[in-house]
């Protein structure tokens, strides 16, 4: 026990005293009774028991500082519950709502292919959030999930479905006859349940045909939604007088006067003209925003070599007309400068002095040139050589007139081939082939 006692006391002790084990004390003797006569003598005391050896006191290391108690967590915030999320609130673009199209006896796949059809056209128009009837069915299986685990109840179910946001519905039928499938399509306001547009799609002999005449008909149905989210296209081409096809509807011929008014989303231009090879793109138009398209045309072959051919020769013409106007003109100026004037002066004037100063009374012989002196001896023959002498000057003044007119006839000729004619080499250099790239046309060329 002794260790036990040292034990408490170093417990009891402040740490800084160091421990020391006391020796037991040893029990004192108690002094004998005084003997008496007659009590007979006492036994001899046995010997007193060894003490047992006092056990070895364990040493006890200093006690170690308490360590401090580790800080109790933070509570995690309560947060208060986020509003839920629709479907409107992620995309800025307007959502629809296409529902299972119903059967009239038609075989079991065939409506559901005709509206898996409906959800595609109407997702390549890039302008609409389309939640197909798979969509609805997963969310309401998944509100009906948590509802059944308690989370939520009827009330919130239908509420996650109007928190979709869809701004219409699609519904329609599929109709088989004994001619083929038909498809009637319905946009309906969904509060009001009223019909916004409805179109449909005429008998086709086969499911493919129908799918194949989908696409149309379901950009139709939203098309006056569409205009409420529209832009604007320019198609832009080098070539003049080409038609442009906007949805395989004609929107004009280049070069348009302004850009065309467009519905939101993905659109199908082609740009044609005869004798090129049609060109065809898909291009997206954002809401209020302009978008731009230049289109090269490339002529075919055949193209190329008669356009090349036909400037040619109207290049040819050109030439060849610009050359008769000169050479015209210059005729003219030649009979006009070289012949007719010197016989004017030289033969048909002098004549005419002697014969007005012979009228005149005031003939002067000595004054005269040795021309005009024969022809005031002989009066009636130089007025008989003026006679002709006048007539051949306005022979020579027509032939004149004549030339300057061919001359002027060459020069419009001339400017019309060079004005309406084109450069023959401009497809010179521009080959263009159509080579099959991965089963799709290929168009490869260089300017």
């Known amino acids: 026990m002794l260790w036990l006692i040292a034990v408490i006391g170093v417990a009891v002790a402040p740490p800084s005293a160091p421990f020391v084990a ?49 800080p109790a967590p933070a509570a995690a915030p309560v947060s208060s519950p986020k509003p839920p999320v629709t479907v409107a609130q992620k995309s800025e ?39 197909s009837s798979d969509d609805l069915r997963s969310m309401l299986s998944i509100e009906r999930q948590r509802q059944l685990v308690g989370e939520e109840s009827d009330a919130s179910v239908s509420a996650s479905v109007k928190a979709l946001g869809a701004r219409h519905h699609v519904v329609g039928s599929v109709t088989r006859t004994e001619g083929g499938l038909s498809l009637e399509l319905r946009l309906l306001h969904p509060d009001s349940g009223t019909v916004v547009e409805q179109r449909s799609v005429k008998t086709k002999p086969t499911l493919e045909e129908l799918v194949q005449a989908i696409g149309p008909i379901a950009q139709e149905l939203v098309g ?35 850009a065309l008014p467009i519905a939101r989303g993905k659109h199908r231009v082609t740009v044609k003209k005869d004798g090129f090879v049609d060109r065809t793109l898909v291009t997206q138009v954002s809401r209020a925003e302009l978008t731009v398209e230049d289109v090269t045309l490339v002529p075919s072959a055949d193209f190329a070599r008669s356009y090349a051919a036909r400037n040619r020769r109207m290049r040819i013409g050109g030439i060849v007309a610009v050359a008769a106007a000169g050479i015209t003109l210059l005729g003219a100026l030649v009979v006009d400068r070289l012949i007719a004037e010197p016989m004017y002066q ?42 002709n002498i006048t007539s051949t000057l306005s022979t020579l003044q027509i032939v004149s007139w004549a030339l300057v007119g061919a001359g002027a006839v060459a020069a419009i000729g001339a400017a019309y081939c060079f004005i309406a004619g084109e450069d023959p080499n401009r497809y010179a250099q521009l080959v263009a082939s159509l080579t099959p790239a991965g089963g799709s046309i290929g168009l490869a060329g260089r300017w």
């Open 93 to 131: 673009r307007p959502t629809l709502a296409v529902f299972d199209l119903k059967g009239n006896g038609t075989r079991p796949h065939e409506s559901d292919v005709a509206g898996a059809a409906v959800v595609r056209s109407l997702r390549e128009l890039d302008a609409f959030e389309v939640l």
């Open 346 to 387: 030289g033969q048909f004037k002098p004549r005419q002095e002697v014969l007005e100063l012979a009228r005149s009374g005031n003939l002067n012989a000595s004054t005269l040139t040795p021309l005009q002196q024969q022809c005031a001896a002989n009066q009636q023959q130089c007025r008989d050589e003026a006679r």
């Open 224 to 258: 006056k939604l569409l205009m409420e989210e529209q832009g604007t296209l320019l198609v832009r081409s080098h070539e003049e007088g080409a038609e442009v096809l906007v949805d395989e509807q004609v929107r004009g011929t280049t070069p348009l006067p302004s």
């Open 22 to 70: 006391a020796a037991p004390k040893p029990a004192k003797a108690k002094k004998a009774a005084p003997k008496k006569a007659d009590e007979p003598a006492p036994a001899p005391a046995a010997a007193p028991a060894a003490a047992p050896e006092p056990e070895p006191t364990p040493v006890i290391a200093a006690p170690a500082p308490a360590a401090a108690p580790a």
